[in-house]
């Protein structure tokens, strides 16, 4: 990623961040309409995995200007959700829900070059995750 683009995610990170729950309501919404099997995956209350959600992605997204710090936290986050029984297809789901989370929640600011930095942060993100879980399972 350029420095422009993590500056993108980042930015408009912290638009999402004062409507978060919403942002996490609409995100599982998406998810799960995708794709319902994914429902199963989650165990317990919804607003407290709402709330891990978007903690998460606020570390992520902060830590982008530090990937050498950000990778190993990623590495374990993809390792304890292969234990889960998500799936490297699930990644996919998951990434268009995010994306039709953001467009929804953001507006017009969510423009083209924003879309593109998105898409791959979550890329550099699930990429290392989806690693991490492989090289676990072999």
């Known amino acids: 990623m350029t420095p422009e683009e993590v500056l993108l995610v980042q930015e408009s ?12 309501e609409l ?28 903690a998460m ?14 990778v190993p936290t990623v590495e374990n ?25 953001l467009e929804k929640g953001l507006g017009p600011a969510f423009t083209p070059p924003t879309r593109t930095a998105w898409v791959k942060a979550y890329g550099v993100l699930a990429e290392t995750m989806q690693a991490a879980a492989a090289a676990a399972a072999a």
């Open 13 to 24: 990170w912290k638009k999402v961040v004062p409507i978060k729950e919403t942002a996490a």
């Open 77 to 101: 986050l993809g390792r304890r959700h292969a234990t889960y029984g998500v799936k490297a297809s699930d990644y996919n789901t998951v990434a268009n829900a995010l994306l039709w989370t």
């Open 27 to 54: 995100f599982y919404g998406k998810l799960f309409e995708l794709d319902p099997d994914l429902r199963g995956l989650f165990k317990g209350d919804m607003n407290e995995q709402g709330r891990k959600l978007m």
């Open 57 to 70: 992605i606020n570390a992520a997204i902060n830590g982008l200007t530090r990937l050498d710090e950000l």
